[in-house]
């Protein structure tokens, strides 16, 4: 072959992973995190074949108007809210996700975040720290039982069924909601009951949010909603800040609408809004939800495998396995 294709890696990736890509790649690999303007995003993307991004860049028409170059997008993330898919159809360019391999640790940290909201982790962790234990305190520190409650989940997708199976481990009743009921035997599997919206927010005691973010979905959960909850209740996010209105939820949780809530992604990430910061009874995390050991390296080995197949190099060559619109090679093909 001529020259090696060139590929951007906008986040830092394994440093360690660099040197196998350049085998196969020309790579321009991002050394820290930072946010890139449209501008600099296009400035980027017309000078490689393919780029390895992340959910806050955001990349649409304008970001690759004129670019001929450009073959494939792979995002490291399932969700892919930042790209207008549309659009990089339309432009030839392939676009990918990572899909299933973050599912059961997302899972995993969609209960953490349940159980640290409910039993006060990160609250007593900060009390602690500061100085505060002086001596047992029999009746303080209560907070609600998880085990044996209802479990509302907002979603029922791959990630939120690995969410409700593991609700059978703390007998939990699991109702949830999504765009499309599940098949009979899907929802036999995880044990949960299909009601409509409103039932959702009226008995669940944890409400878990795994919708993906688009224009409906967008602050599914506002004042409405949040009206109907129990005051017991706890909301947990690990979807997409715009899923919730934060402005409604700091506003229910001022008036004690509602026991808590558990948020590891906002609607301005990475700020964080002044008001969600003052509640103790809030958890906060930087958007980590698919942040094991494993399961990063995952998708970052699913983003290769996708830049390389798109690039037709390797095993898949022609077939990115988790393309978003493999259509867009045939547009590139039929050129
Ligand atoms: C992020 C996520 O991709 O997969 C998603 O949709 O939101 C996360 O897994 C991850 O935080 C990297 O930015």
Request: aromatic share 6%; no cysteine.
């Amino acid at each position: 072959m001529s020259q090696k294709p060139k590929l951007w890696i906008s986040r830092a990736l394994f440093p360690e992973w660099i040197d196998s890509i350049r085998e196969w790649a020309d790579v321009d690999a991002a050394t820290e995190e930072r946010a890139y303007s449209p501008e600099e995003l296009k400035r980027k993307l017309a000078d490689v074949d393919a780029a390895m991004v992340g959910l806050s860049d955001r990349i649409g028409a304008d970001e690759v108007a004129g670019n001929t170059r450009l073959k494939v997008i792979a995002n490291l993330g399932v969700g892919y809210n930042n790209l207008d898919i549309p659009a990089l159809t339309a432009a030839g360019i392939v676009a990918s996700n990572t899909p299933e391999v973050l599912n059961e640790s997302v899972a995993d940290y969609a209960w953490a975040l349940m159980l640290a909201a409910a039993r006060r982790v990160a609250e007593s962790d900060r009390f602690v720290r500061r100085g505060g234990w002086k001596g047992s305190a029999f009746t303080a520190w209560l907070g609600p039982d998880v085990h044996g409650k209802t479990l509302g989940i907002l979603g029922m997708g791959r990630i939120g069924r690995a969410i409700a199976r593991r609700a059978a481990g703390f007998s939990m009743n699991v109702i949830y909601h999504n765009r499309s009921r599940l098949k009979p035997e899907l929802e036999q599997e995880v044990a949960a009951r299909y009601v409509d919206k409103q039932e959702l927010m009226r008995a669940s005691d944890f409400l878990i949010l795994i919708v993906p973010l688009t224009p409906e979905s967008h602050h599914a959960i506002g004042g409405a909603e949040l009206a109907l909850m129990k005051p017991e209740a706890i909301l947990v996010n690990v979807a997409r800040g715009g899923i919730v209105d934060e402005l409604a939820l700091v506003e229910a949780l001022h008036a004690k609408r509602l026991a808590g809530a558990a948020l590891d992604v906002f609607e301005g990430e990475p700020k964080v809004r002044d008001e969600l910061l003052a509640f103790d009874n809030v958890v906060l995390s930087p958007h980590i939800a698919s942040a094991s050991a494993e399961t990063r390296r995952a998708m970052a080995l699913l983003a290769i495998e996708n830049v390389k197949a798109a690039l037709g190099l390797g095993e898949q060559a022609g077939h990115p396995p988790t393309a978003l619109n493999p259509e867009a090679l045939d547009h590139r093909r039929a050129d």
